[in-house]
């Protein structure tokens, strides 16, 4: 059973904070990475996606990914309160081309 | 251009009856997923399609679901007869079907069986 752990929080960080957000993986053959961005009663909305080790920066956004830790992560910078949502981390599934296996989710919440 | 499309966007309905959900993918991707999403499971895949083909249907939870895609642009996802514990959100996702490619989301359907 391939899995995605992501720790549920709440996550509260103060406006203007970096939040990190952190997510591990059980399948070493994983070759792709997203973070989503979900509001309460929306759908997923992709924010990130990485594919090598390293760190990927896309404005206030910086994905991070250490394959041999099965570790990746997001940071938000200069938190706001919009950023306030639960996050999802998916990893592709390895083996296939398509399917991803999500987390469950953290919930950030970015106080004013 | 226009995102993936679901409907209904709410549908509540009594045990025993057959519910249909409806997706339009994104034009020109040829991959599309059918998700569920509950507070106690999270997101699960139930099904998805490569080139209108069902590719992986493991994640269907039995036989009461069934799924189609009679062309690329549209696809069911059917349940019947429903059941109270089918009670959750769908969405339906599709990607340009490369590997690794990002998936985009649906609004999803809110479905209650009472």
């Known amino acids: 059973q391939k899995e995605v752990e992501q720790n549920s929080g709440p996550l509260s960080v103060p406006e203007g904070a970096i939040a990190s957000l952190n997510c591990t993986y059980s399948d070493r053959v994983s070759q792709s990475f997203f973070w989503y961005r979900q509001y309460s009663g929306k759908s997923p909305e992709l924010i990130m996606s990485i594919y090598s080790n390293g760190d990927k920066e896309d404005g206030r956004f910086t994905a991070q990914l250490n394959k041999a830790s099965q570790y990746v992560s997001l940071l938000i910078r200069d938190s706001q309160p919009s950023d306030s949502a639960t996050y999802l981390c998916?990893?592709?599934?390895?083996?296939?081309?398509?399917?991803?296996?999500f987390g469950k989710g953290t919930l950030l919440t970015v106080n004013p | 251009d226009a995102g993936v499309i679901q409907s209904p966007r709410h549908e509540v309905t009594e045990m025993g009856q057959e519910v249909t959900l409806r997706c339009k993918p994104i034009s020109g991707h040829n991959s599309l997923f059918w998700y569920r999403q509950t507070m106690m499971r999270g997101l699960e895949l139930l099904i998805y399609f490569n080139n209108n083909v069902p590719i992986d249907d493991s994640g269907m939870p039995e036989d009461r679901f069934s799924a189609k895609m009679p062309n690329a642009s549209f696809s069911t996802l059917k349940i019947q007869p429903s059941e109270p514990r089918d009670s959750a959100v769908y969405f339906c996702?599709?990607?340009?079907?490369?590997?690794?490619?990002?998936?985009?989301f649906g609004p999803g359907t809110r479905l209650t069986v009472l």
């Open positions: 998916a990893v592709n599934s390895g083996g296939s081309n398509y399917k991803l296996t």
């Open positions: 996702a599709s990607s340009l079907g490369r590997r690794g490619d990002e998936q985009f």
